[in-house]
């Protein structure tokens, strides 16, 4: 653990990790999902801040039919390099950076999208609040910020199951949506929200200025 978030060490990060997310339900149909709910047009410049395994990079440029750029961020080593091992035949199209959420190394307004997934639960608030004014500040004017995380779930026999997973995952800001309030303070105001799954939200907000 880093003193920026859960940087999934040897036994939870790279291989291991696309293999217990798919046991919890983070496997290829989530990604596809969460893809297909981010308004993503050809050629667009998108970030994805804790980028993990790059499953969801894969399927934005997907999304894009290969026309765009994805950059990913993370913190962790074993991600990075079991995602560099799943990018190779499209590493023209990905880039990955190790680095932390909250000090992002890139000018202001370069992109035309910053998503999230399932990364803000994985760090504390102080670097989740840093992160979305680092998130405005790199959007160019009008981009979308597309925030997916675990959130206070809505009764679902799924979420039963999921109960211990939320015990450790769910923080207060999750639990509260405090971000709608946090993101309209760094100039970006919630367009549409729905659900991925019973207890993970996506949030989509577009910058203003
Ligand atoms: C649960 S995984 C999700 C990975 C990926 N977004 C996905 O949906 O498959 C959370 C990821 O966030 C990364 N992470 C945690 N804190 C971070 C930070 N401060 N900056 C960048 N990445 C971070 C971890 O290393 C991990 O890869």
């Not at 993370?74 to 000090?103: C, F, P, V, W």
């Not at 999208?113 to 998130?135: D, L, Q």
């Not at 309030?181 to 970006?188: K, L, T, W």
């Amino acid at each position: 653990m880093s003193a920026k978030g859960n940087d999934f060490g040897a036994i939870y990060g790279g291989k291991n990790y696309d293999f217990f997310a798919t046991l919890l339900g983070f496997g290829h149909s989530f990604y596809e999902k969460a893809a297909s709910e981010m308004p993503l047009e050809k050629g667009m410049k998108v970030l994805d801040l804790g980028c993990g395994t790059a499953s969801l990079d894969l399927e934005i440029e997907e999304k894009m039919e290969h026309t765009g750029k994805v950059f990913g961020i993370d913190l962790s080593n074993n991600q990075l390099n079991y995602a560099h091992s799943k990018i190779k035949e499209m590493s023209d199209e990905i880039t990955l950076y190790k680095g932390t959420m909250d000090e992002l190394p890139f000018k202001d307004m370069v992109f035309d999208m910053v998503v999230t997934s399932v990364a803000f639960c994985e760090t504390n608030a102080e670097v989740r609040r840093s992160a979305i004014k680092e998130a405005s500040r790199v959007l160019a004017s009008s981009g979308h910020f597309v925030l997916i995380d675990c959130t206070r779930p809505r009764v679902s026999l799924t979420s039963v199951m999921m109960l211990p997973f939320f015990m450790f995952k769910t923080n207060e800001d999750n639990w509260n949506n405090v971000y709608v309030e946090i993101c309209s303070e760094n100039s970006m105001k919630l367009e549409r929200e729905t659900y991925l799954k019973p207890y993970i939200r996506c949030q989509i907000f577009k910058k203003e200025n």
